[in-house]
């Protein structure tokens, strides 16, 4: 059992000492909700008094940007992977870039435009990825469910952008916290099975 008492619902709570831009939020195993179950969510935004932004970095599609758009315009996209960037919008594809600053750790350009996205992937170092869809928290959701231990916060790495962004991406970064959380990566999906 995992509460010995009932938690109150207190995520309409901000809390303004939270501070979640930047940081990865790693389902906890618990978490089987549907898209967000073993997820690694960049937490692209986020404030006590507009909510939080991210997208699911691990839940690739099978897909590319060629098998959506096939104007000529998107052809030197067209071999970018499609994620899956959370339940918020999904009728919506857009382009994100990654890469990595020695002094200030991951930076980011979210929803660019088609021009940026086509001169951020000739950049080295820097990862396009387009998703449908992104994942949204309103004003006190997320601290809520951080304190209901629904998500495990750590910052990226720069090793971040060289790993596959699959599913065993949860596995990889979880195993690396701490020995709790390398016992927490290596459970079986459903322990009873065994």
């Given at each position: 059992m995992r509460y010995s008492a009932p938690v109150?619902?207190?995520s309409a709570t901000p809390d303004p000492a939270i501070q979640l831009r930047g940081s990865l939020?790693?389902?906890d195993p618990s978490l089987r909700d549907g898209i967000f179950d073993h997820s690694v969510v960049l937490m692209a935004e986020h404030s006590a008094a507009a909510g939080a932004f991210g997208l699911i970095l691990n839940n690739p599609t099978g897909r590319v940007v060629g098998d959506y758009l096939k104007e000529p315009e998107f052809a030197p996209l067209s071999r970018i992977p499609v994620f899956n960037g959370g339940p918020v919008d999904r009728e919506q594809l857009t382009f994100s870039a990654f890469w990595w600053n020695r002094k200030s750790g991951l930076r980011w350009a979210i929803r660019i435009s088609l021009e940026d996205a086509i001169k951020h992937a000739h950049k080295s170092g820097t990862i396009v990825h387009?998703?449908?869809g992104h994942s949204g928290w309103s004003p006190g959701q997320v601290e809520g469910e951080l304190r209901r231990s629904a998500w495990i916060?750590?910052?990226p790495a720069p090793e971040l952008l060289g790993a596959?962004?699959?599913r065993q991406l949860w596995r990889s970064i979880l195993r690396q916290l701490s020995p709790f959380h390398r016992i927490l990566a290596e459970a079986p999906t459903n322990p009873v099975l065994n």
């Open positions: 109150p619902d207190d939020l790693l389902a387009a998703f449908v916060k750590t910052p596959e962004h699959d």
